[in-house]
């Protein structure tokens, strides 16, 4: 089974930036729609943004404007570059397929102050 590990998180300033990494071990075909997630306390597990094999991305309204997802097929790798961070943007980022999803991985923390 596909095993996912996220890296990057921190702890960073309102208006600060993040850049999120999400190795995948194996291959995952191009045609995986993948999207990195963030739950935080109390809250829903919630999709922030999805990228397709093609490079079309989707994002959540939060997030729009501010995030970018990417991908490395080459590499099993998918990035979220997150810029002019808030503190709502706190919580735990998880990346992972979007719909039939493999295992979760244990995420990043991302926690944003002011």
């Known amino acids: 089974q596909v095993q996912l590990v996220e890296s990057g998180g921190g702890l960073v300033q309102a208006g600060g930036s993040l850049r999120l990494s999400c190795a995948a071990s194996?291959?995952?075909?191009?045609?995986?729609?993948m999207g990195w997630y963030r739950q935080a306390a109390g809250k829903q597990r919630e999709l922030v943004a999805s990228i397709t094999g093609g490079g079309n991305t989707n994002y959540a309204d939060s997030v729009k404007g501010r995030f970018t997802i990417s991908r490395d097929n080459a590499k099993n790798t998918l990035y979220l570059q997150m810029n002019s961070l808030k503190p709502e943007d706190t919580g735990v980022y998880y990346c992972?397929?979007?719909?039939?999803?493999?295992?979760w991985g244990q995420g990043t923390q991302v926690t944003v102050s002011s």
């Open positions: 194996g291959s995952i075909s191009r045609i995986v729609v």
């Open positions: 992972n397929k979007v719909g039939l999803r493999y295992q």
